[in-house]
């Protein structure tokens, strides 16, 4: 059974620093990409970033290059993946949900976390 569960969301004020971590279990990050995506309040889901399982290519859109950074598997948590989030702004407010897919270019990914809260406010 695979499950994705985010965490590290909460309220931190402009310009400051969030860590989302996604602990992954009954898939492995050789085998699955992990993306983060990002859903504020009567807008659609955008993507933010994705780690490609197959040779660890990292991709973001330009909302969010150069602020965001994502990461997986440190010493201490293996089948972990992490957003590091800089420079925060007010419209980085949001859900943050990790996915897992084969790969950072499905259309649909295939598996979903519940979620965790970014407000990004002074």
């Known amino acids: 059974q695979v499950q994705l569960v985010e965490s590290g969301g909460g309220l931190v004020q402009p310009g400051g620093s969030l860590r989302l971590s996604c602990a992954a279990s009954g898939l492995t990050l050789d085998d699955y990409a992990i993306g983060w995506f990002r859903q504020a309040p009567g807008k659609g889901r955008e993507g933010v970033s994705c780690l490609s399982s197959s040779d660890g290519s990292t991709y973001y859109p330009d909302s969010v290059k150069g602020r965001f950074t994502i990461s997986a598997n440190d010493a201490k948590n293996k089948n972990t993946v992490y957003l590091q989030m800089n420079s925060l702004k007010p419209e980085d407010t949001a859900v943050y949900y990790c996915?897992?897919?084969?790969?950072?270019?499905?259309?649909?990914?295939?598996?979903w976390g519940q979620g965790t809260q970014v407000t990004v406010s002074s």
């Open positions: 996915a897992a897919a084969p790969n950072c270019w499905q259309y649909e990914f295939d598996y």
